[in-house]
């Protein structure tokens, strides 16, 4: 079952304040914009990320990541319609549509909704309303609404590809959701529970109350990682997974990247999950010589498969030669491919022990590393 979400993001949203569109203005440390991709990164096979044609920056941004890109329609649904066909051809059979500004989205709703897909043909979230309804003119009471069988409507909004695809073909537009477009082709949705915390961010003061749910939900991790390798014979130092020409090589029973080593070691510390021996043990002879890329690619793994996202890594290199600074930002980017992650994520920098030590003595090349894991 091939499942696929549409984030809209294309809309100026500044009634939110702070003169920057509300995708991407700042909230419990992230951006709005990162919360709520990343609810969808483990639950579904593909993400489109609809952005308006004027936004360059994130254009930039998100171009040659693991999100597909489609422009922003002259509204919603226009919006929503290039995210479906940027669909067309993956074999995609279910599909999310989901509104950017709702950051707090629980992975129990979206699973819901998929759930709810595998029997019905469109699904949705809605809370049911409880409080009194009034009518009014300005500030007076003018009359009440009768609130039986109403319901809050919320994002994502799940449909059968095939059928939503034709469902917006048809509409004329003017629909305040996707739900709408649905209903006016004949489709009939059925309401999946919904959550008083999936709340849309319009005004200046939802960024609070996202900010408190998010810190009710957060499960942030730390880890840290120390390593150290000797001088040998060679040539060159591999450090980072960039190879740095020297008069001396590293000793080690795998490539000896140091610095590659004690992030990876801090990510499973992070994880609780041991340490590189214990996956990788020395004694085993298929490891000899081995790209530390591969301790890395498989902590970065496990990290998934566990519900984390790497927030930040911060290794520091200590020694006295070769010079790390010309080569950092190598270093940086190299990290970034092989983790998945963007080159601001990532911090590679050096030190020297003031001539102390086995590292003063150029005898060899310590390295401390600091990871960051959030829960999906």
């Known amino acids: 079952m091939t499942t696929a979400a549409i984030i809209v993001a294309a809309g100026r949203g500044l009634r939110a304040g702070g003169g920057t569109p509300k995708q991407w203005r700042p ?49 919603r649904a226009g919006s929503v319609r290039n995210g479906l066909d940027v669909l067309d051809g993956l074999g995609v059979e279910h599909v999310l549509i989901h509104d950017i500004a709702r950051p707090c989205v629980s992975s129990q709703i979206i699973a819901d909704v998929l759930t ?37 409507a919320q ?20 629909a305040a959701d996707d739900v709408e477009v649905a209903r006016a082709a004949g489709m009939n949705v059925v309401i999946v529970p919904g959550d008083a915390d999936n709340i849309k961010i319009t005004r200046p003061e939802d960024f609070s109350r996202a900010e408190r749910v998010l810190g009710t939900d957060m499960d942030v991790r730390l880890g840290n990682g120390y390593d150290v390798h000797r001088f040998g014979d060679g040539d060159h130092v591999i450090l980072c997974g960039v190879k740095i020409p020297h008069d001396r090589g590293l000793q080690g ?16 510390g ?62 940086r980017a190299e990290m970034a491919r092989i983790m998945g992650l963007r080159g ?13 030590g086995f590292t003063g003595r150029s005898e060899g090349i310590a390295s401390f590393a600091t990871a960051c894991l959030v829960k999906s």
């Open 27 to 75: 909230l419990a440390g992230r951006r709005v914009a990162d919360w709520t991709i990343d609810r969808f990164r483990d639950q579904v096979d593909h993400i489109v990320l609809v952005l308006s044609e004027d936004d360059q920056i994130a254009w930039d941004e998100f171009l040659g990541t693991d999100l597909l890109l489609a422009k922003g329609g002259s509204d």
């Open 116 to 152: 709810a897909l595998t029997t019905h043909e469109a699904a949705a979230p809605g809370l049911t309303v409880t409080d009194a309804l009034w009518t009014g003119d300005g500030a007076v009471v003018t009359g009440t609404q009768d609130r039986t069988g109403l319901f809050a």
């Open 155 to 174: 994002t994502p909004q799940g449909f059968r590809y095939n059928a939503i695809v034709s469902a917006h073909a048809a509409h004329s537009g003017g």
């Open 253 to 268: 029973h795998s490539d000896a990247d140091v610095g590659m080593h004690t992030v990876t070691d801090a990510i499973y």
């Open 270 to 331: 992070a994880l609780a999950q041991g340490d590189i021996g214990q996956h990788f043990p020395p004694s085993d002879p298929q490891w000899k010589g081995a790209a530390s890329e591969i301790f890395l690619r498989h902590a970065v793994e496990l990290s998934v498969q566990m519900g984390y996202s790497i927030s930040n890594v911060d290794c520091t290199l200590v020694c006295e030669f070769p010079k790390i600074g010309p080569h950092a930002p190598a270093m």
């Open 344 to 356: 601001d994520q990532i911090s590679v920098k050096a030190t020297t022990s003031e001539r102390l």
